[in-house]
C-alpha cells in the first residue's frame, strides 16, 4: 500500500459553501419537487380513497335496487297469478252458469212440451168422446130405429163412455 497517498484537507470554507449548497438545494427540491409530489399523492390517494365509497355507497344502492327489484318482480308474479286464476274462475262460474241456463232451457221446454201434449191428449180424448157419443147415438138410433134426441139420453150415453174411457165400466 505504498502507492496510495491519501490526504484529506479540511477546508472550512469549503465545507461551508458545501454545507450552503446542500441546504439551498434541499430547500428548493423541498418546495418544488416534495410538496407538489406530497400533494399530488394526496389528491391521488383521496380520489383513490374517494372513488371506492362511491363505488361502495353505489355497490349498495345496486344491491338495495336489486332487492327492490326481486320484491316488486315477485309481487308482479303473485298478482299476475292472481289475475289468471281469477279469470280461470270467472270463465268456470261463466261456463257453469251455461250449463244451469241450458238445462233450465231445457227443463222448460220439456214442461212445455209435456203441456202441450197434455193438451193435445185431452182435446183427443174429448174429440174421441164426441165422436163415441155419436157413434153410439147412431147405433142406438138403428137398433132402435128411433131418433134421440132427448138430453138425458145424451148425458147417460156420455157418461157410459166416460165410465168406459176412465175404467169403471165393467161388464
Known amino acids: 500500500m505504498e502507492g496510495l497517498n491519501v490526504s484529506v484537507d479540511f477546508n472550512l470554507v469549503n ?3 458545501q454545507l450552503t449548497a446542500t441546504l439551498v438545494l434541499y430547500v428548493i427540491l423541498r418546495k418544488f419537487l416534495y410538496y407538489p409530489i406530497k400533494d399530488l399523492l ?8 374517494k372513488n371506492i365509497e362511491d363505488s361502495e355507497k353505489n355497490n349498495l344502492k345496486s344491491q338495495v335496487a336489486l332487492r327492490d327489484y326481486e320484491l316488486k318482480l315477485k309481487e ?3 298478482e ?5 286464476d ?5 270463465a268456470d262460474d261463466i261456463v257453469n252458469k251455461s250449463v244451469n241456463d241450458a238445462k233450465e232451457e231445457s227443463r222448460k221446454i220439456m214442461e212445455k212440451a209435456d203441456k202441450e201434449l197434455a193438451n193435445k191428449k185431452s182435446m183427443a180424448m174429448d174429440e174421441m168422446k164426441g165422436d163415441m157419443v155419436n157413434i153410439a147415438i147412431l147405433a142406438a138410433e138403428k137398433l132402435i130405429g ?8 145424451k148425458e147417460i ?10 175404467g169403471q165400466w165393467k161388464n
Open 15 to 17: 465545507m461551508l459553501v
Open 42 to 49: 394526496k389528491k391521488r390517494q383521496d380520489y383513490v380513497v
Open 76 to 78: 308482479a308474479k303473485k
Open 80 to 84: 299476475a297469478n292472481d289475475i289468471v
Open 86 to 90: 281469477q279469470a280461470k274462475k270467472r
Open 146 to 153: 128411433e131418433n134421440i134426441s132427448t138430453k138425458k139420453d
Open 157 to 166: 150415453i156420455e157418461k157410459s163412455i166416460e165410465e168406459v174411457g176412465s
